[in-house]
């Protein structure tokens, strides 16, 4: 990302394709920069965001409860949920209870947790999914 970005809070990258994907649902949103496979867009009052792994086992939906306090529901890996917590997205208590709630170890956890939350929903990367 380049680094006049990381301190625009309205900007989020985006990716398409079959090697997982990050999909911003904004009222005004306009692209900026695409660099590789990511695009770099200018986002206003998110409404929701639909992200993908790379290896398709993560699956997550935010969606805008109010201002910038929303929802999270889907599937995640074990890195997803760490991933979660590292960008503020989840607390390490919304990943114990998610746990709590699972089928047995090998099976991908469910989860569903609300918080705030910023552009740091869209940078969890999936690199070891």
Known sequence: MPESYLRDPEVFPEKEGDQGSIYIEAVDKVDLKKIRDVTFINARDILG??????????????????????????????????????????????????????QPEGEEAQATAEGETGAQTTETPEEQD
């Open 49 to 102: 965001i639909i992200y993908t792994s790379k290896t398709g086992n993560t699956k997550l939906k935010w969606r805008q409860l109010r201002g910038r306090i929303g929802r999270v529901t889907g599937d995640a890996s074990g890195n997803s949920l760490g991933n979660l917590v590292m960008a503020r997205v989840i607390s390490p208590d919304d990943v114990e209870a998610i746990m709590a709630t699972q």
